[in-house]
């Protein structure tokens, strides 16, 4: 008969081997350097063989004597001697951690001189040589351990009260034995790592928080800032457009400046003409055209005015459209003449 299929399956994942492998990455995660300091370490009093104590704290596998503390120590344990443990060396190839364990655990058994049930054992870490991993397994009897526990405190009936700690043949610190009252020591360290990790967190998310709010402040008002002025776009459109009237015609106003300061004054340029002339010349009509003066008149001798204008300062290109004429029996010629009066010398004149 097949035997049925008990495995639990969930769009063809294995869920208890996928459980199972996330403990194991778990575990190798709190072994990581940070995990490792935010941790917190709980000193464990260990008794010896000839009856002395000391302070050692245990950490991720990792053991460091203590001085001793004034204050009440919560953890205990004993230091098993070394004939009631068994040592053997073990090289290991490169394999999974799972694997590793299982070929570790099937050394340990097939070693082993005490029931399956009472074994106890455990292994120290990993050391990468050529060969692979090298480690060394310790083999222990749970019968033998609580008889001689119960030999040096008869009133620790209750295994779950101490730890069992067991030196390494080679290498320095000690070794933590599963099973016994490191449970609690344990349970206690992964609840306020776990307390760590969420106020580290929460100060991550607050540093996070007041690095940002600034920055969302500033978004927020400039969103603010043009919601407000699509909201003050149609209010200020008349404003806008009287003002953009007043440019155009501020800008005509100087356009007529410029204009008005290129043109002659008229009664600077009337006075100007004047001292122009000599006294026996007589103006008949007189156009100021911009720069450009015009005059029709009458004078002694036309050519020698025309010299007389364009010798003096201010005065260009004095030139005559039509000839001069002189009608018979009359003392001077009537001229037309054009010139171009500059403005400055208008300006100079007192």
């Known amino acids: 008969m097949k035997p049925p299929n008990t495995s639990v399956r969930f769009f063809g994942l294995n869920l208890r ?190 540093g996070l928080a007041a690095a940002v709010t600034p920055t969302a402040q500033l978004r927020l008002r400039a969103l603010q800032a043009a919601q407000d002025y699509e909201k003050l776009r149609p209010l200020a459109a008349p404003a806008i457009k009287q003002r953009e009237l007043l440019v155009q015609l501020d800008q005509q106003i100087k356009v007529l400046q410029v204009q008005q300061e290129k043109s002659l004054k008229p009664e600077l340029a009337l006075l100007r003409i004047t001292k122009l002339l000599p006294d026996d010349t007589y103006v008949t009509s007189l156009q100021v055209q911009g720069s450009k003066i015009l005059l029709t008149g009458q004078t002694v001798n036309t050519a020698v005015l025309m010299q007389q204008l364009g010798a003096q300062t201010g005065v260009k290109d004095v030139r005559a459209p039509t000839a001069a004429g002189k009608q018979r029996g009359a003392e001077r010629e009537t001229f037309n003449i054009e010139f171009t009066l500059e403005p400055s010398s208008l300006i100079a004149q007192p």
Do not use: C
């Open 17 to 206: 081997q996928l459980k199972h492998d996330w403990a194991i990455a778990l575990n190798q995660i709190a072994h990581w350097p940070v995990l490792r300091w935010l941790a917190p370490a709980y000193v464990t009093r260990i008794s010896m063989a000839n009856g002395e104590t000391a302070d050692y704290i245990e950490k991720t596998g990792h053991t460091l004597a203590k001085q001793h503390s004034p204050k009440k120590v919560k953890f205990f344990g004993f230091l098993l001697p070394d004939k009631l443990v068994l040592w053997h060396p073990m090289v290991l190839p490169k394999l999974s951690a799972d694997a590793i364990h299982a070929a570790i655990e099937l050394e340990v058994m097939s070693r082993s001189p005490f029931l399956s049930d009472d074994v106890v054992w455990g292994h120290t870490p990993l050391i990468s040589a050529q060969q692979g991993n090298k480690t060394y397994i310790v083999i222990a009897s749970r019968k033998i351990i609580l008889q001689y526990i119960a030999s040096l405190e008869p009133t620790k009936s209750s295994h779950d009260s101490f730890e069992i700690w067991v030196k390494p043949p080679q290498g320095h610190g000690f070794l933590v034995l599963d099973g016994f009252g490191e449970k609690k020591r344990k349970r206690l360290t992964v609840r306020w790592r776990i307390v760590n990790l969420y106020l580290v967190f929460l100060l991550a998310a607050i």
